[in-house]
């Protein structure tokens, strides 16, 4: 297991020139950011400007048409290198929990970690039984998904994810899908990532936790970055046109 090409000194993601396409249609239109350890960068803007796309494009669940993506000093858009190592450092949650149904939550947090990760059961176990603890699972070790409600299911999957040590995690509108009364309890453990230095990029239309948790707010439209800064300096001030509609119909 080679590790030495991390380089944790260099930014977590440092994204130069994105573009991609999907067929005729250009998503990313040339995206330029830098994320350094411990910042929460977070995106909004408008349905299909791209959103999604960029955050699946540095884990390379898309494959950028042009530009480079590298991840803490390693360059994944090279087609020599390890994709799997370096995805293995991101942690991803998306709207949807993609719980496996058929098995407990103890379950769906040890799998991975035996398969991709190879420890035995007792340490596997034991490492999930701590995340569980992290965000306030862990008296649900034994239960199903089924018997969750949105809120604890959301937050068994941001478990999971940290159960693989990841150095980031990419969240795509968390809280999309739950119920008003349930958005609250996972942006508390989203907010305790953050407060323990998570390096995070987060997908959402959730104003107050950008306003309040995010180091950086990032407004896209058209495939572009239109608009970047200060959370409570964007949501108070923007300087676009479009930005001003946007937060004004979210608002
Ligand atoms: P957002 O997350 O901001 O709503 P997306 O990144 O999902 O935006 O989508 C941006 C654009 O890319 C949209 O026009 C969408 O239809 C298109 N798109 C996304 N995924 C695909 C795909 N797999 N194939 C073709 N077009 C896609
Ligand atoms: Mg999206």
């Given at each position: 297991m080679t590790t030495d090409l991390i380089n944790l000194s260099a930014p977590a993601i440092d994204i130069q020139g994105l573009v991609k396409h999907y067929g005729d249609n250009e998503v990313l239109k040339g995206i330029d950011l830098t994320v350094n350890a411990g910042e929460v960068v977070c995106v909004i803007g408008p349905s299909g400007s791209g959103k999604s796309t960029l955050l699946r494009s540095v884990n390379m669940l898309e494959e950028p048409t042009g530009g480079k993506i590298v991840i803490e000093g390693i360059d994944i858009t090279d087609p020599d290198i390890d994709i799997d190592r370096v995805r293995a450092r991101i942690g991803m949650v998306f709207q949807s929990f993609n719980l496996f149904p058929h098995m407990s939550v103890l379950g769906n947090l040890t799998i991975a970690q035996r398969q991709v990760k190879k420890r035995g059961k007792a340490e596997a176990e034991k490492v999930a039984k701590e995340m569980l603890e992290r965000v306030g699972m862990g008296h649900k070790a034994d239960a199903y998904p089924s018997h969750l409600s949105g809120g604890q299911q959301q937050r068994v999957a941001i478990a999971r994810s940290l159960c693989m040590n990841p150095d980031m995690m990419l969240f795509d509108e968390?809280?999309?899908?739950?119920d008003p009364e349930l958005v609250g309890e996972v942006l508390q453990v989203m907010r305790t990532l953050a407060d323990e230095g998570m390096t995070m990029m987060v997908v959402t239309h959730e104003m107050g936790f950008a306003r309040e948790v995010g180091s950086r707010l990032i407004f896209m439209d058209g495939g572009h970055i239109l608009e970047e800064g200060d959370p409570r300096e964007v949501l108070a001030n923007p300087q676009h046109q479009r930005t001003k509609d946007f937060l004004a119909r979210v608002l």
């Open positions: 968390p809280t999309s899908a739950l």
